[in-house]
């Protein structure tokens, strides 16, 4: 079951002059933020390893810790829709490590529970922000 507001979508999407098409993608309407995985991040021209991130966010870690997540700025993001295609600019994306060693150990196969595991432990004031400046440009 779908939750209201949030949606798999094929999108395109692209930073500088790399670009996905048709890159399933979920969207939640009511996010001031998306996540990616590393992987996706770097087909667009980001690698978590070596580039400076456009900008963090704080999230909490076990034992009360804080970690920095990286994020970066999509230049569009287009969704096709009936009656005409929707286009966001300056989309902020955090980069997930999606790998199997990152959630295995406690969530097994269940990748989407450990995404929803990660949600909260964002401390939204940055992405608030980020999202506040992005729909100003």
Known sequence: MQAPGA???NVNVSKNSQ???SA?????TGADVSVVSEFVAHQLG???ATDKP???VAVLGSGGTTANVPGFYADQLTIPAIGGDIT???VPLLALDMDKHAYAADYGTEVGKYVDS???TIRWTTPERLY???IRV
């Open 7 to 9: 949606y798999f979508l």
């Open 19 to 21: 670009s996905l098409s």
């Open 24 to 28: 399933n993608f979920f969207l939640d």
């Open 46 to 48: 980001f690698d978590v």
């Open 54 to 56: 456009d900008f963090t």
């Open 88 to 90: 966001l600019s300056h």
């Open 118 to 120: 990660f949600m909260p």
């Open 132 to 134: 506040r400046e992005a």
